[in-house]
């Protein structure tokens, strides 16, 4: 098993301390795990309480990362949860966890207390397909890593119960000593249930555990919703759901409103953390919302390959702001990566001089 070991979406004194803590636990480990880069990591380490820890979450569990969740919060939607403050001693426990210790040659370990039979786990199901494919809600599992009892505070599906049509029970977050975007609350983990929503006169219901909202078709009139700070008591527990969601249509995939969270956050620029020089591409075709037709034209320039910012807006027509906004919104969801380039080969040094030559013959 590769282990490897990356951090992103936190501020330079977190990073700084969480590389120290990192050399210490590893130092015990016996130097088995290595530091890499974010981009060649398999387990990556996101400060959840961060502004844009959550979208780099988002990022990394699209590209099939295993994530590590730095917060305070008691649950976190990522993998594994390394809490806040966190030390050497706590940070061991973590990749121990990942990776446990083998048994002596001999022994087999006890089983864990949560340990359950094949005919009592939870059957799994697909992972959701597409951030943005359309309006037809998909599913999610939960970690395989953490027991089902968590899985409705992740913001995932419950596992499977003697009542599997009861709605979950629904709670509003703890107050937070800072507001959040609702792609932030959403990945923190600390909203469940079915809430509402309301801003600027509009209605937005979200159903966490299915992983679905009701609103407007369109995206533009929930910009109040997805775009600005939301407050612990923004959400508001909904009790007379069936009747409430009848007048609003089907549900709707909650990565929708991801992907508009990710295209109203960046005002032009690049989420932290992205070089504006990079070469950026599409890993796969999105469906463009009707609301952004320019959309369609940058999607297609970055369909040919490989291209920065300024090339993508050349390409398709579009000002360079818009095509910001735009990958955002796909790096957000996993639709677009930054370029990876193969590390070059090293190269054979060559014999020089007349000895070099007789042994190449």
């Known amino acids: 098993m590769s282990l490897t070991f990356g951090l992103t979406g936190m501020d330079p004194a977190?990073?700084?301390?969480?590389?120290?803590?990192?050399?210490?636990?590893?130092?015990?480990?016996?130097?088995?795990?290595?530091?890499?880069?974010?981009?060649?990591?398999?387990?990556?380490?996101?400060?959840?309480?961060?502004?844009?820890?959550?979208?780099?979450?988002?990022?990394?569990?699209?590209a099939g990362k295993t994530v590590i969740g730095l917060t305070s919060a008691p649950r976190t939607q990522a993998d594994f949860r390394l809490a806040q403050p966190f030390d050497a001693n706590s940070l061991l426990q973590v990749l121990n966890e990942i990776a446990p210790p083998s048994a002596p040659a001999g022994l087999t370990p006890a089983p864990q207390q949560q340990d359950q039979l094949p005919e009592e786990q939870p059957q799994p199901v697909d992972e959701e397909a597409g951030a943005i494919s359309d309006a037809t809600p998909t599913e999610e599992t939960s970690s395989p890593r953490e027991p089902a009892s968590a899985a409705v505070a992740q913001v995932v599906p419950a596992a499977p119960s003697l009542q599997p049509h009861a709605p979950p029970q629904a709670s509003v977050p703890v107050a937070d000593p800072e507001p959040r975007t609702l792609a932030e609350w959403l990945a923190s983990g600390r909203v469940q249930g079915q809430l509402k929503l309301e801003r600027d006169g509009v209605d937005l219901l979200l159903d966490t555990a299915q992983r679905q909202y009701h609103g407007p078709t369109a995206l533009k009139p929930l910009a109040g919703h997805v775009g600005s700070p939301l407050e612990a008591g923004d959400f508001v527990p909904v009790k007379d759901w069936s009747s409430q969601v009848a007048s609003l249509g089907a549900p709707q995939p909650l990565s929708r409103l991801v992907w508009f969270g990710g295209l109203l956050a960046g005002q032009g620029k690049l989420m932290p953390g992205f070089d504006p020089q990079a070469r950026y591409q599409m890993l796969k075709w999105p469906q463009t919302e009707r609301e952004y037709p320019k959309h369609f034209r940058i999607a297609t320039a970055m369909m040919k390959g490989p291209a920065t910012l300024a090339e993508i807006a050349e390409a398709s027509g579009v000002p360079e702001a818009d095509v910001t906004d735009f990958v955002n919104a796909s790096l957000a969801t996993g639709f677009a990566d930054i370029e990876h380039l193969p590390e070059p080969e090293a190269e054979t040094p060559k014999s020089g001089g007349l000895f070099g030559r007789l042994r190449g013959r």
């Open 14 to 62: 977190t990073e700084t301390s969480l590389k120290t803590a990192f050399d210490e636990a590893n130092r015990r480990l016996g130097g088995t795990w290595q530091l890499l880069p974010e981009t060649q990591g398999d387990y990556i380490a996101v400060d959840m309480d961060s502004m844009y820890g959550p979208m780099s979450w988002l990022r990394l569990h699209a």
